[in-house]
């Protein structure tokens, strides 16, 4: 059955992963309408738990979502299924198009719509993320210590990353693949016994469901039971394309992101982003975090905005100050359903 939505929020949250969420439940707690668009394709949906979040060590990533929604909903916020395709400016907020032809007005949009991860164009990478091929050692570090891991170079940061990987298991193997070594990178991997193997890499070896190595292009077959690569990220924000607000290059050079100042604010007036849609680097707790903080910009805005309208209808005529009253006194008793 199709959710239904009302015409109108105070907030609409795109986005229904850890930034997300909190940024809803932050909002409903102060009594913002708020409903949150998720599309239900997590990045972190392969992982088999969630690591370095205080209290919630190892959760389920379906688990920590569905204990989310039920917070929101707890404080009146509303979840619905559904994936925003447009996004326009209307005379006071914005109207939100979904896939789907339903739509929904807010006066203040917050992107939680995290990111895509491009992987490199190997064969059987894509089919083992987030299982045995990984990118991230304070996210999937520990699970893999003590194992043969190798790291396929594939960004910037892949040889930092060999290094990382270095501290929690004696056996790494970093593949340069397409990417040149500098002579000080090279002199990095070699003091920290790190076996470099050369020759670009064709493809990754599975046998009962579980990786077994890197093959080479001349057929050579590099044992390892784990395979750290660096994916460039991008930014899950096309929808906003039609206010002016478009993805751009990461200033670290690991992809694409949606600018914002620390308040998570945009160029765009209304607009906020939190979470991996401008900060890539972020855990689930940063995100969650940033989720937070950003709601709490947003209500402060709604609040000086509703503080200017009150002042103005204050200083008007008697009959007029009346007029616009009851109209504020309806709009709240049905924003807060009574």
Known sequence: MTEQLDGSYDVVVVGGGAAGLSGALTLARVRRSVVVLDSGAPRNAP???????????????????????????????????????????????????????????????????????????????????????LHCPYCHGWEVRDRAIGVLASGPFSVHQALLFRQLSADVTYFPHTMALSAEQAEQLAAREIRVVDGEVASLEV???????????????????????????????GFLAALGLRPSAHPAGVGEHVPSDATGRTDVPGVWVAGNVTDPAAQVGAAAAAGVVVAAQ?????????????????????????????????????????
């Open 298 to 338: 947003i209500n402060a805005d709604l609040v000086a905005e509703e503080t200017r309208r009150a002042v103005a209808v204050r200083r008007a005529p008697f009959s007029a100050r009346s007029e616009a009253a009851l109209c504020e006194q309806v709009v709240g008793d049905r924003r807060h359903g009574l």
């Open 207 to 237: 046998a009962e469901d579980r990786l077994v190595g890197v093959r080479l292009g001349d057929g050579t077959l590099v044992r390892r039971e784990a395979l750290a690569v660096s994916s460039r990220m991008v930014a899950r924000a």
């Open 47 to 133: 992982a088999e738990g969630v690591h370095g979040l205080l209290a919630r060590e190892g959760i389920r990533p379906a688990e920590l979502r569905e204990r989310g929604r039920a917070e929101v909903r707890g404080y009146g916020g509303r979840v619905v299924t559904g994936e925003v395709a447009a996004v326009a400016r209307d005379d006071d907020g914005f109207t939100v198009t979904l896939a789907d032809g339903r739509t929904v007005r807010a006066r203040r949009l917050l992107v939680a719509t995290g990111l895509v991860d491009e992987l490199p164009d190997v064969p059987g990478l894509r089919e083992r993320w987030g299982r045995d091929v």
